[in-house]
């Protein structure tokens, strides 16, 4: 059965620190990979999203994430973080042209210390 | 376009109780889904559809029902709310296969229910 496991439930960083956000997922065949971010509130929005190619995605927000099959992860990364970058991170994976099918990870919510 | 749309924002029910919870979207996409969110499990799907007129159960569809008359709407219906359906319901659509979009679904901004 297809799974993510997020395995940070929370992560406080100082603003202009770097941030990693693990995210492994388990699944059978190619899988479409995305991160999702909701602020307080708010519905998901799409940070970026892999199937194939470059194993280095770049997304919105100045934010990127690394595909390693062998590690089955994909981490996202963003070199100097922002105070409104605060918010929950949702890593998902889902069945190539199945996007309505979404697996979702259990969040990682971003703290960030002024 | 309004996107993804979802009313009410936020409703009390008591046990027993039904009600229907709207989701429209006026992006002409195929794909809808319907996904509860709980703390510290993240987003769950409950229905999610291909079409007007086909429907299909996620991984928690117990206690839900949904229909798609229309390209536009999926409502998802509680027939008798339990405690256990307190949550967040987010309802999210996908373009069609062939947009060059399909893998990409937009969110609408939530329910907050609560069955007392």
């Known amino acids: 059965a297809q799974s993510v496991t997020q395995p940070d439930i929370h992560i406080t960083v100082s603003e202009g620190a770097s941030l990693e956000l693990r995210c492994n997922y388990s699944?059978?065949?190619?899988?479409?990979l995305f991160w999702y971010v909701q602020s307080p509130g708010q519905g998901l929005q799409l940070l970026l999203k892999y199937f194939s190619g470059d194993t280095l995605v770049q997304g919105i927000k100045g934010f990127e994430a690394e595909f390693k099959r062998s590690q089955s992860s994909f981490n996202l990364r963003k070199p100097s973080v922002h105070w409104s970058d605060a918010a929950e991170y949702f890593c998902a994976v889902g069945p190539l042209r199945r996007a309505q099918k979404l697996v979702f990870g259990q969040g990682t919510r971003l703290t960030i210390n002024p | 376009n309004a996107g993804v749309t979802q009313t009410p924002k936020f409703q009390v029910l008591k046990t027993g109780q039904s009600m229907t919870l709207q989701c429209a979207q006026d992006m002409n996409h195929e794909y809808m889904s319907w996904y509860r969110q709980d703390p510290g499990m993240g987003l769950r799907l409950i229905h999610y559809?291909?079409?007007?007129?086909?429907?299909d159960q996620g991984e928690v569809p117990n206690g839900y029902n949904v229909s798609r008359s229309t390209t536009e709407d999926f409502p998802l219906r509680l027939l008798s709310a339990a405690p256990s359906q307190t949550s967040v319901y987010f309802c999210a659509s996908t373009p069609p296969i062939g947009s060059g979009g399909q893998e990409t679904q937009y969110f609408g901004p939530g329910t907050r229910l609560l069955v007392l």
């Open positions: 699944y059978g065949a190619t899988p479409y």
């Open positions: 559809s291909v079409g007007a007129g086909i429907t």
